[in-house]
């Protein structure tokens, strides 16, 4: 297994970090953050960023994909961490996506991947139901009457809710709350009768929605498959990966702000870089952040290898991820002092962006607990 990346995808991240630069830092969602619009995404910047073919990373060649690997995208989302850009690349290329690839029939992949692919269409997956990720428990269910299903129940927390134009929906059609079989999934339009949404404002400002459905209605063409567990699974390990590696690139985004002040700022007439105990903290925070660069590099060969155990790499992933990027998230607070938690350094929008990514697709206690049982324990 390569841990470093290979020419092509280093030509990828480096034409990604210049682009990112010039175009979605952080001064550019300060902006977003204190517009009317509500917006976490600036479209022209997602619809540049299609154009460049990042939306196409993955999504196979058939379908207006360039087949390129998990490991290529992994790199884009680092440097997505690294500043700050809110994109539907992980609700609506890599988790939506996913599921109507591994789920859908090919009618379905031929009219909906597309759209995904080029960047014209964002698609969210509403999955789970509380504020912890729980996909077993779901209890929004579909009844089957006729040709069509009768879809009733609520979603919490779906990653760009609010601007997606289409949903796939994690529904029970079957069994009991924590079942493994009975699991289905269906696309619906976001305009469909009965269904709403409320934006959910958590505290990294970007774009989150609960949603309700009441009786809303779905031909049964919008079922993706009979079962939806294996290409749930699939799908969700695909983005645990991409987010660990985009809050990779957040931690070092910290790491490195914060060395750098260390060298800068003077106490007691030193530089307090040169104290020995933050020297030590300093360390720690570099070995931790290139242990997690080498479980996040293996999750995501793991994903494009299709090895047997890549759910023990992807959740080992997300779990270092996890620990990693709050350890340094909050050094970097305490050692920038009294303006480490004040709104107008940077430092502040990246702790909030590290603590609602803790929670999403898995804190470190889901992971844990799921590697522990991929291995028996």
């Not at 020419?7 to 990828?12: A, G, I, S, V």
């Not at 977003?32 to 540049?48: E, F, I, K, V, Y």
Request: aromatic content about 6%; glycine content about 8%; overall charge negative.
């Amino acid at each position: 297994m390569p841990l470093v990346l290979n020419e092509e995808q280093r030509m990828l991240r480096d034409s990604t970090r210049d682009f990112l630069r010039d175009n979605a830092n952080t001064q550019h969602f300060r902006a977003l953050r204190g517009s009317d619009t509500g917006q976490a995404c600036d479209p022209a910047t997602w619809a540049s960023m299609a154009e460049l073919g990042l939306s196409a990373i993955t999504a196979p060649e058939q379908y207006g994909g360039l087949a390129f690997g998990y490991l290529a995208l992994g790199a884009v989302f680092e440097e997505c961490g690294q500043f700050l850009t809110a994109t539907p690349l992980l609700s609506s290329v890599v988790l939506s996506g996913s599921l109507i690839e591994l789920a859908g029939n090919e009618e379905q992949k031929e009219a909906l991947l597309p759209p995904i692919t080029s960047g014209e269409s964002i698609v969210a997956a509403a999955i789970d139901e509380g504020p912890h990720h729980s996909p077993l428990f779901t209890a929004l269910s579909a009844r089957q009457e006729g040709d069509a299903y009768i879809l009733n129940g609520r979603k919490a927390f779906v990653i760009d809710g609010m601007s997606a134009d289409k949903l796939v929906v994690l529904a029970r059609t079957t069994g009991d709350v924590g079942d493994r079989n009975g699991l289905s999934l269906f696309v619906l339009d976001t305009a469909s009768d009965g269904l709403q949404r409320n934006r959910s404002n958590l505290v990294d400002s970007r774009d989150y929605a609960d949603i309700e459905l009441v009786d809303v209605a779905v031909p049964k063409s919008a079922l993706l498959g009979d079962e939806a567990l294996p290409a749930l699974d699939t799908a969700l390990d695909r983005a645990r990966a991409c987010l660990a590696a985009e809050m990779l690139g957040g931690a070092q985004h910290l790491f490195d702000r914060t060395v750098a002040y260390l060298k800068e700022r003077e106490q007691f007439g030193a530089k307090i870089g040169s104290f020995q105990a933050l020297q030590h903290r300093a360390a720690r925070m570099y070995v931790e952040l290139e242990l997690t660069r080498s479980a996040v590099v293996d999750a995501l060969s793991a994903i494009d290898e299709e090895r047997e155990m890549t759910a023990a790499s992807v959740s080992t992933a997300k779990c270092r991820a996890n620990d990693t990027f709050q350890l340094i998230a909050n050094e970097a607070v305490q050692m920038h002092g009294g303006i480490g938690v004040t709104d107008e350094l940077d430092v502040g929008l990246y702790f909030k962006r590290c603590r609602v990514s803790l929670q999403l697709l898995g804190n470190s206690g889901f992971h844990k607990n799921r590697f522990a049982s991929l291995n028996n324990f």
